[in-house]
């Protein structure tokens, strides 16, 4: 039995990823959306997996919920400073004086701090360190 399932907008939101990303992740076969309809949907406990997060019954509803990924051991606000020090070290990054980690409720962010007083808030939720570090490089380069 499928669970919840979720829209293409709504998949691609939660996965961070452009709905022509998406459409790649089904045509490579890393997703299996079902197809209700003409419309496609994707199972909320297929999504959680490729995040690493388990999805779990919300005792208090006839719902699932998205719950937080499980700790990985990895030390985030560590990965930040190594991350810090080699953005540093480019042309472009010179100018960059912190990346912070904060996780308040379920959301964890990155704050990038420049030399100038900018600061921009990155979305980390649910990446792996991995990915973490890809969010931060994405979310900098649009600077």
């Known amino acids: 039995m499928i669970g919840r399932t979720l829209t293409a907008k709504e ?3 939660i996965l961070s990823v452009s709905k022509s990303t998406l459409d790649r992740l089904c045509k490579t076969g890393r997703l299996h959306p079902v197809m209700i309809g003409r419309r496609r949907r994707f199972a909320e406990d297929e999504l959680a997996a490729m995040l690493g997060v388990k999805v779990l019954p919300d005792p208090e509803s006839e719902e699932e919920e998205l719950l937080e990924r499980p700790d990985t051991g990895e030390d985030r606000q560590e ?9 540093q070290f480019t042309r472009y990054y010179a100018d960059l004086e912190s990346l912070e980690f904060t996780r308040e409720n379920r959301r964890e962010t990155v704050t990038a701090t420049f030399a100038n007083g900018v600061t921009t808030d990155i979305d980390v939720t649910g990446d792996s360190g991995i990915g973490m570090i890809k969010s931060i490089t994405r979310g900098l380069s649009q600077w």
């Open 11 to 13: 998949a691609a939101e």
């Open 79 to 87: 990965i930040c400073r190594g991350l810090l020090h080699a953005f």
